[in-house]
T-cell receptor, first 113, second 114 residues
Framework: QQQVKQSPQSLIVQKGGISIINCAYE??????FPWYQQFPGKGPALLIA?????SEKKEGRFTISFNKSAKQFSLHIMDSQPGDSATYFC????????????FGTGTRLTVIP | DAGVIQSPRHEVTEMGQEVTLRCKPI?????LFWYRQTMMRGLELLIY????????DSGMPEDRFSAKMPNASFSTLKIQPSEPRDSAVYFC????????????FGPGTRLTVT
């Protein structure tokens, strides 16, 4: 079953607007929550990541909000730009074992000028 | 650094044929992962290696799929015989060491089985 649930499947935002993508998980063993960005024809690339000991992490226009009690985390893209148009994947990884990531199903973001 | 290298970038084959996908991880990375991406199922982990040893192959769909890593700089994913439902983009990713978490993905191989 899907260990990380992601929504929405697709998102259209006006340039300058805020894009919000949400993810939820059940496994409390997860301790690392990255977001990957994928452009057409390319492999996913790490965008930003958070650990559960903080509730928010910001890098430029990208912010992860993390709610440990609700087992939810979200990506906010401020001042969205057409160049942000891509597919975004949330993911989670466990404390023990190797680095295998459990990915959400992805959100296709389109930012219109 | 050249990043993760995959070949071929595109592969079109007929049902029943053998397909071999290739991956060269980033030098010095200890872990190598194979993923499959489809519209319906998203990114699925197929198998991963640590220091060339397969650790978890529970994501491999069936016996038609096999993966090897004969040395630290090369891995293959083989499908034999291929079926139309295997059509997908296959990604290879590598990471440096346990706990580093960030995975570096290759450009992928788009496989079409007719």
């Amino acid at each position: 079953q899907q260990q990380v649930k992601q929504s929405p499947q697709s998102l259209i935002v006006q340039k300058g607007g805020i894009s919000i993508i949400n993810c939820a998980y059940e496994n409390t063993a997860f301790d690392y929550f990255p977001w990957y960005q994928q452009f057409p024809g390319k492999g996913p690339a790490l965008l930003i990541a958070i650990r559960p000991d903080v509730s928010e992490k910001k890098e430029g226009r990208f912010t992860i909000s993390f709610n440990k009690s609700a087992k939810q985390f979200s990506l906010h893209i401020m001042d969205s730009q057409p160049g942000d148009s891509a597919t975004y994947f949330c993911a989670a990884s466990k404390k023990t074992g190797a680095n295998n990531l459990f990915f959400g199903t992805g959100t296709r973001l389109t930012v219109i000028p | 650094d050249a990043g993760v290298i995959q070949s071929p970038r595109h592969e079109v084959t007929e049902m029943g044929q053998e397909v071999t996908l290739r991956c060269k991880p980033i030098s010095g990375h200890d872990y190598l992962f194979w993923y499959r991406q489809t519209m319906m199922r998203g990114l699925e982990l197929l198998i991963y290696f640590n220091n060339n040893v397969p650790i978890d192959d529970s994501g491999m769909p069936e016996d038609r799929f096999s993966a090897k890593m004969p040395n630290a700089s090369f891995s293959t994913l083989k499908i034999q015989p291929s079926e139309p439902r295997d059509s997908a983009v296959y990604f290879c990713a590598s990471t440096r060491r346990e706990g580093s978490y960030e995975q570096y993905f290759g450009p992928g191989t788009r496989l079409t089985v007719t």
